[in-house]
């Protein structure tokens, strides 16, 4: 049971990976926009691209929260207690930039719409840097249980070198995504701009993929070892197949069909991460079995966590359809105008 909800969890991580990335992604290309006049047309797509599911993606972080709250207690309290510092800045970013995005767009004033926007963009780079940082912790072995709160814990070269990949992944990720939104916008500047992004993007995640391996193979032998072995190893290969499909259909222009292999690169990336821990939650101190809960607790958890995959996937998917096919825009002033009835229009009683 130990084993089925763990796998659980790392679809739940890379759920929110992919998704939780893309909308991460849109906010770096905000920040990079420039000043307010040469900015506001990518702010203007990144704002119509968001708003209708971006609230949505942080369902799979709860997902996981609570899998390993519930689920594995002690690997909670381990990564909680000495991650404390950049995790709690990963908290304050998500809020802010919770907050930044929802004050921008109604405020009248300049000042504090790029005010507001600057909160947004900068919590957007980061927060998934915090998050990569964690991971890149977790990854190398620095934590174990028992380790004592420490505000330089997450401070290695494997940790920075993770939170740089994981910026550059959802950079890559939500240009991929705002190029395919353009072209659904008819927007062909914004196709050209982004798509340039979208290669940047590619460069960035290959040149810090790399140093990641690096840091790795010194830093983390276990996960090397599982990286080059086994079910890690032919992840790896796929995930490095279809960076070069998606590298190939951005540059083509085929944006609709990129967005798939993005996500197919971050997706098969992370779960060869995660098997390459096998079987270890932290490596090498903390295995599956031993951060494993109460049976009768995982039972239920894995009955809850059943149900929930059951209702939250089809309408998450469902909101996405919805979204990608312009069945969520916005209504205009024209919309909530009264209008007439025929007979009053007509000049009739």
């Given amino acids: 049971m130990a084993g089925l909800l763990a796998f659980v969890l790392l679809l739940a991580v890379t759920a929110y990976a992919c998704a939780g990335g893309t909308d991460y992604g849109a906010g770096f290309w905000d920040l990079t926009a420039g000043g307010a006049e040469r900015g506001k047309r990518p702010r203007w797509l990144i704002d119509h691209a968001m708003a ?21 207690p002690v690997l909670f309290q381990t990564v909680f207690t000495a991650m404390w510092l950049p995790l709690a800045l990963a908290a304050l970013g998500m809020v802010l930039r919770g907050a930044g995005f929802a004050l921008r767009k109604p405020s009248r004033r300049l000042a504090r719409r790029r005010l507001y926007g600057a909160v947004f963009a900068v919590a957007s780079l980061l927060t998934p840097f915090f998050l990569g940082a964690a991971v890149g912790a977790i990854a190398s072995g620095r934590i174990a249980p028992g380790t004592e709160a420490s505000a330089d814990a997450w401070a290695n070269p494997a940790s920075l070198l993770f939170g740089l990949l994981t910026v550059a992944a959802t ?21 050209g701009y982004f798509r340039l992004r979208a290669l940047l993007g590619l460069v960035a ?16 032998p276990h996960v090397w070892h599982g990286l080059t072995h086994g079910a890690g190893l032919a992840l790896a290969i796929v995930s490095a197949v279809l960076f070069a499909v998606t590298a190939l259909l951005v540059y ?19 779960f ?20 494993a809960g109460d049976p009768q607790t995982l039972a239920w958890l894995a009955v809850v966590s059943l149900v929930a ?17 312009g069945e969520l825009e916005p209504l205009t002033e024209s919309d909530l105008r009264i209008r007439p009835a025929r007979g009053e229009a007509a000049g009739g009683d």
């Fill in 171 to 191: 950079a890559f990720l939500g240009a991929v995504f705002l190029t395919a939104d353009a072209t659904r916008f008819e927007a062909p500047d914004l196709v």
């Fill in 52 to 72: 209708p599911v971006w609230e949505v993606n942080n369902v799979w972080l709860v997902f996981v929260l609570i899998i390993m709250w519930t689920g594995f």
């Fill in 252 to 270: 083509r222009g085929r944006a609709r069909w990129a967005r798939f292999g993005a996500v197919g690169v971050v997706g098969t990336a992370v």
């Fill in 272 to 291: 060869a991460w995660g098997l390459a821990q096998r079987p270890y939650l932290i490596p090498t101190s903390l295995s599956v079995a031993d951060a």
């Fill in 205 to 220: 995640v290959a040149v810090t993929a790399a140093g990641v391996l690096l840091v790795t193979r010194s830093d983390a």
């Fill in 309 to 325: 995959l059951v209702l939250i996937c089809p309408a998450v998917f469902f909101l996405y359809w919805l979204d990608t096919h």
